[in-house]
């Protein structure tokens, strides 16, 4: 599965909790991974982690997907980061 498809399954999955109005910290960090900032988007999962313990499925999809996307992030050079953000894609 590539970013974009993890990325839009998480959002799925949050949308569903809380009767449907989803969970605000996976949110917000699907706003970071649309703008292009994979690490902003990893560091607010990461801050707000101990709000995902009620939500064992989301936090077992984002330690099972979202950890591997963090290694290949780190594995990019520089102008590959920056050329991805210009485009706004996910990788």
Known sequence: MNNKKLF????TMQSLENNGRGIQCVKNAGFDFRAGDIQG?????LIDSDKLTQYPEIEDFIHDNLIRIK???????Q?????????NKLI
Request: aromatic share 8%; no cysteine.
């Open 71 to 77: 290694m290949d992030w780190d594995m990019l050079d």
């Open 8 to 11: 839009e399954k998480l959002d």
């Open 79 to 87: 102008d590959k980061k920056e050329r991805w953000r210009i485009g």
């Open 41 to 45: 988007g990893l560091q607010t999962l």
